[in-house]
């Protein structure tokens, strides 16, 4: 089986990687294959996860992933950086096994006559501007749903519900739901403007667009990915038909890693 191994650079990680790769090469099963993978394990953090799902973007349908974390349990890394030799053993008797999770669709066009962009995101979209009020009108599947100011909007899929959704007040959602959410940043509410003022949660037959009044300042972001040189016509959301596969060799519930996560040993009354 032909494995990647995606890190970042940090020490610990480093390490890691190296220990793995050297196991792989005295496999009889298993190579290593930067370019053609059927695995990518990635090692890091969550954040290494997301750059690992970017880079092999145009493999997303073929390959499995595998998260090693070198740091805290994360919401994409189910391995710890002590149990590099339990995981090159699952992968010799892989037999196929996967988890797979929602992606969300981001079909951006610009005011500039360019051509428009398609991205996919594994956590989460933002839409915001950098300076002053956002001003945005957002449409649910097509039909005017309200006029939005603030801070910004923020599209996120279950696995990223975790992430900057939570952190501006999102549900937490189980990915075992094929949803995408949006939830505001900072709307301005009182009597002249009104914004729904809590986060929605949409199925796959109905999309969001949002169509950002035009100003320099309106940025995208795709995960960890930035856009902004281009004049933001309009972003339409949706949830994508491809999805993110994981080996399933172990597997940590989701609750678990959300309570790992963020609420920890605090269960006293
Ligand atoms: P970063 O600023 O280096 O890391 C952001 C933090 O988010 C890290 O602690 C990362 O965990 C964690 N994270 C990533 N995906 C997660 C998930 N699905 N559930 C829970 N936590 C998650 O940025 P980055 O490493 O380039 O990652 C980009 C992500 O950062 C974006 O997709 C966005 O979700 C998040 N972000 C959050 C905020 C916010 O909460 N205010 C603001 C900007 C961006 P690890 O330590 O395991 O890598």
Not at 233 to 244: M, P
Request: charged share 20%; hydrophobic share 35%.
């Amino acid at each position: 089986m032909r494995i990647a191994i995606y890190g970042n650079d940090n020490k610990s990680s480093s390490k890691v990687a190296t220990e793995l790769s050297e196991l792989i090469n005295k496999s009889e099963v298993l190579q290593i294959d930067e370019l053609n993978p059927e695995v990518v394990i990635s090692v890091g953090g969550d954040g290494t996860l997301l750059s690992a799902f970017h880079h092999y973007d145009d493999l997303t349908e073929k390959v499995r992933f595998v998260g090693i974390h070198t740091g805290h349990l994360g919401f994409y890394t189910d391995w710890r950086d002590n149990e590099v030799e339990k995981l090159v053993e699952s992968l010799e008797n892989d037999n196929g096994q996967s988890v797979s999770y929602p992606l969300l669709d981001i079909q951006v066009e610009y005011s500039d006559q360019g051509l428009p962009d398609k991205m996919v995101a594994l956590n989460e979209s933002t839409v915001k501007k950098l300076f002053g009020t956002m001003v945005a009108k957002v449409y649910i599947k097509d039909r005017l749903f309200e006029n939005f100011r603030g801070d910004g909007l923020c599209i996120s899929t279950p696995t990223g519900s975790t992430a900057y959704n939570k952190s501006v007040g999102g549900a937490i959602i189980s990915p075992k739901f094929n949803a995408i959410q949006v939830a505001e940043m900072a709307s301005i509410n009182n009597r002249v403007f009104r914004t729904i003022g809590s986060p929605v949660i949409i199925p796959p037959t109905e999309t969001i667009t949002v169509v950002p009044k035009v100003s320099l300042h309106n940025v995208l972001t795709c995960d960890q990915l930035l856009v902004m040189d281009r004049p933001i016509k309009s972003i339409t959301y949706g949830i994508s038909q491809r999805r993110i596969y994981f080996a399933k060799y172990q597997h940590t519930h989701f609750w678990e890693r959300v309570n790992n996560s963020f609420i920890g040993d605090n269960l006293n009354d």
